[in-house]
């Protein structure tokens, strides 16, 4: 009989094991991707933190040209002061910043492969009835031997924007562009049209 509870107690000890090990097996599985969602999530908001400021620098600095000079100066300001903006915030954060759009007016922004799917897919999802507004994408992607965190956030056409990227710009205006962009893209939006989008990227240790 003692035999009998004796067996008994060693094979629930030997089930029990079995379930522990399978258990920890599933916790060191699962705790890598555990880890990354937390991570992406975390990177994502720094993403979103670095937009906004960098929306607010350009803004700032644009509201302030078109009060002392109009749009002709804001054009100029724009040209000169968004990649100092984005240039300084990339030292402090680590963060490559920048713009992009399927019209470029500027080819320095030309969108790469990545940015161009992530656009095209924002066109298609507005053309469903998303706000502009709302599209962001973001992903760990592999770029050679290195792991990056890339983002991009859609900038909606509003009503201050048609001034330099609509259909009926002022002559001066459309002079001062073809001066400084020769070969701009960017013009004929409405408003809610897809403008560009703000990208960003980050290595990964």
Known sequence: MQGNIDGLKQTQLETDM???IILICLFLL??????????????????????KTYVGKLKGAL?????????????????????KFAAEMEAASGWQIGRTSL??????NRPDAWERA?????EQQRLAGTPAGKLVKSEIVQQGAQQ??????AIPTGKLCLTCHGDNIAPE?????????????ATG???????????LSKPLD
Request: with cysteine.
């Open 18 to 20: 079995k379930k522990n």
């Open 30 to 51: 699962l705790t890598p991707s555990l880890l990354l969602a937390a991570d992406e999530t975390a990177l994502r908001s720094e993403a979103g933190r670095l937009v």
């Open 63 to 83: 509201q302030t040209s078109m009060t002392m000079g109009g749009p002709v100066r804001a054009i100029d300001t724009c040209k000169k002061q968004a990649p």
């Open 103 to 108: 019209r470029i007016r500027n080819p320095a």
């Open 118 to 122: 992530g656009l095209e897919t924002f």
């Open 148 to 153: 990056r965190f890339r983002f991009l956030k």
């Open 173 to 185: 205006i459309r002079q001062a562009l073809q001066r400084d962009y020769p070969q701009d893209q």
């Open 189 to 199: 939006f409405k408003i809610g049209d897809l403008r560009g989008a703000f990208t």
